[in-house]
């Protein structure tokens, strides 16, 4: 069964600042998937990653396969970017027989 | 894409009662799955929601706790039997595309008192 640990559990910061979330897992993966989720309990898929890097706005996702390990940045942090985010391995077919997911890290943005 | 609809949002229920959770997609999709989150934890894996046949469940999970239903590709019911506090969670909805990429529904979110 994979491991999929996170760090930090809780971030705060104050606005503009850089975020960096690390995910690390124990065993090979198909994909990893960072998934963003708001105080009500929905959730938003931001990235897909099977290599290298992605990028989307102020989020940034890069994957190393080798290290087992992944990271999400977000640049000039804003307090709408305060959410739970999850990190999360697919072991076959990107997904197809399911997520195991790590316990989030609680990021608070402070104006 | 994939917009995915659950009913209800949230729902407060007795103990030993049972509830059935609704996922709905706008599109059809083969691969549907349910998930659990209780407080404090990360999601846990329920079961694949296979259209046609009886779902998969994971280790920990059974059909007799846990019924599904899968009439057709953009729908499916989960229904939490026999509640008790513990069950307490939300329940997630989600949707595998062609592409493999993730969309998950808003959630529902139980108590059980």
């Known amino acids: 069964k994979n491991e999929v640990e996170q760090s930090p559990q809780n971030l705060t910061a104050q606005e503009g600042e850089f975020i960096t979330i690390n995910c690390s897992y124990s065993?090979?993966?198909?994909?990893l998937h960072w998934l963003q989720q708001h105080p009500g309990g929905g959730i938003v898929s931001l990235f897909m990653?099977?290599?290298g890097k992605k990028k989307h706005g102020r989020l940034i996702a890069t994957i190393n396969i080798q290290e087992k390990h992944s990271s999400l940045h977000i640049t000039a942090s804003h307090p709408r970017d305060s959410a739970v985010y999850i990190c999360?391995?697919?072991?076959?077919?990107?997904?197809?027989?399911?997520?195991?997911f790590g316990k989030g890290t609680h990021l608070i943005i402070q104006p | 894409s994939a917009v995915i609809s659950q009913k209800p949002s949230r729902d407060i229920c007795q103990r030993g009662t049972s509830l059935t959770i609704q996922c709905q997609v706008d599109s059809q999709v083969t691969m549907m799955f349910w998930y659990r989150q209780q407080p404090g934890q990360s999601l846990t894996l329920i079961a694949t929601a296979n259209q046609g046949s009886e779902a998969t469940y994971e280790s920990g999970f059974v059909i007799d706790k846990f019924p599904i239903s899968r009439p057709n590709l953009t729908f499916s019911t989960l229904t939490v039997s026999n509640m008790s506090p513990e069950d307490s969670s939300i329940y997630l909805c989600?949707?595998?595309?062609?592409?493999?990429?993730?969309?998950f529904g808003p959630g529902t979110r139980l108590t059980v008192t």
């Open positions: 065993v090979g993966i198909s994909a």
């Open positions: 990653l099977s290599s």
């Open positions: 999360a391995v697919a072991h076959s077919g990107g997904g197809t027989d399911g997520l195991t």
């Open positions: 989600s949707v595998v595309t062609g592409l493999y990429e993730q969309y």
